[in-house]
């Protein structure tokens, strides 16, 4: 995904409100800018450290600057923009990045399925049948772990669910996760945090459900998903 125009670094001071951050400018002045992730953040970014956000151009906008990328205290930088994990999947997946995911003629967005009213991220369909692919951005770390959520997610918990089911009627379904963070090396869920998720996923995976973890290179010129890490199921 090549960002035109590119990102603009600032020095991040705060975020709060959930969807808020205060962002420190090379001149001095700070910028209340939008903060587009719903969970808890945890361990990708620190006070005071290099950020890089986009500007929209639309001066309409109450908060028309999105934080895009934070360092973490580790040094490492976490691409916190949830909203684009289903574009740089789709992108991968369209240029043969993800070769488990290759075969398909057609891809289709945030189509309804399932039995709890939800939406699929990504389906693909082609002679050998459709495939169901859920994303999930990552950038919890604690050293080279990755793990999955940040926060209980019930939402998380009701994808499982509806993959599960997929799985199980002989569809292929797939739970995707969206490295957006540099020195993440493998990708679990997060059971201390959302052992119902944790159980779950579980459950998901006896049923037949596939999981698939990318890692995301970052810069302010470009975000893409460049190779592939190994998920640890839980013992």
Known sequence: MKLSPALIEGKLLRRYKRFLADVALPGGEIMTIHCPNTGSMKNCWEENTPCWYSDSGNPKRKYRHTLEITTTPEGAKAGVNTGR????????????VVVELQGYDALRREVKYGEENSRIDILLEGDAG???V????????????????????TRGTKHLRELEKLAKSGVRAVLFY????????????????????????????????????????LDAEEICLIEPVPFLPAQ
């Open 85 to 96: 994990a289903n574009h740089l999947v789709e992108e991968a997946i369209t240029s043969g």
């Open 178 to 217: 969206c490295v957006q963070h540099d020195q993440i090396a493998t990708v679990e869920a997060a059971a201390d945090i959302d052992p119902a998720y944790a159980e779950a996923l579980t459950q998901a995976l006896k049923s037949g459900v596939e999981v698939i973890a990318y890692r995301a290179k």
């Open 134 to 153: 859920e994303v999930k951005n990552v950038t919890l770390a604690e050293g080279a772990r990755g793990m999955f959520p940040d926060a209980v997610s």
């Open 130 to 132: 459709a495939c169901y």
